[in-house]
């Protein structure tokens, strides 16, 4: 049985297991876990993952911002990560298109999603589903 639902707090290792393959790198458990509880209690932040046979192979975040330069509210996907065994058989299609639904309900104008330089195949999976790359997004480490 598979399904995409609400992550719970349940699903906060397997969570972590596909952040850590998204980011290639540790991520401290500590810090990673106390975010992620404050965020279940957000009313901002939606977490979906994807569940096949009691496993966790598919999360997505979204998150709402009311910008000022948008004078609306914006959807944001902040993480979307399928697990690299079941990749091209549309559960990113399917997060993605929860992060429209969430973005909906939630009186959103636009969807956005920022993405590693280096992840040339996100890109692509991200215009095929219609989405344009029209901003720089520039970083400081503090």
């Given at each position: 049985?598979?399904?995409?639902?609400?992550?719970?707090?349940?699903?906060?290792?397997?969570?972590?297991?596909?952040?850590?393959?998204?980011?290639?790198?540790?991520?401290?458990?500590?810090?990673?876990?106390?975010?992620?509880?404050?965020?279940?209690?957000n009313?901002?932040?939606?977490?979906?993952?994807?569940e096949?046979?009691?496993?966790?192979?598919?999360?997505?975040?979204?998150?709402?911002?009311?910008?000022?330069?948008?004078?609306?509210?914006?959807?944001?996907?902040?993480?979307?990560?399928?697990?690299?065994?079941?990749?091209?058989?549309?559960?990113?299609?399917?997060?993605?298109?929860?992060?429209?639904?969430?973005?909906?309900?939630?009186?959103?104008?636009?969807?956005?999603?920022?993405?590693?330089?280096?992840?040339i195949?996100?890109?692509?999976?991200?215009?095929?589903?219609?989405?344009?790359?029209?901003?720089?997004?520039?970083?400081?480490?503090?």
């Open positions: 049985m598979e399904s995409i639902r609400e992550a719970t707090n349940n699903d906060k290792d397997q969570v972590y297991r596909l952040l850590i393959a998204l980011e290639e790198t540790d991520i401290d458990y500590k810090c990673f876990s106390d975010i992620y509880d404050a965020n279940l209690l009313p901002y932040v939606f977490y979906f993952v994807y096949k046979e009691y496993a966790i192979l598919g999360f997505i975040s979204i998150h709402i911002q009311m910008l000022l330069h948008h004078t609306a509210n914006i959807a944001e996907i902040q993480e979307l990560i399928v697990d690299e065994t079941i990749r091209n058989q549309g559960i990113g299609k399917r997060l993605f298109q929860k992060a429209i639904e969430v973005g909906e309900k939630s009186s959103c104008t636009q969807l956005e999603v920022c993405c590693n330089k280096k992840r195949s996100s890109h692509k999976f991200y215009q095929s589903q219609g989405m344009t790359n029209n901003h720089f997004k520039l970083c400081l480490s503090l």
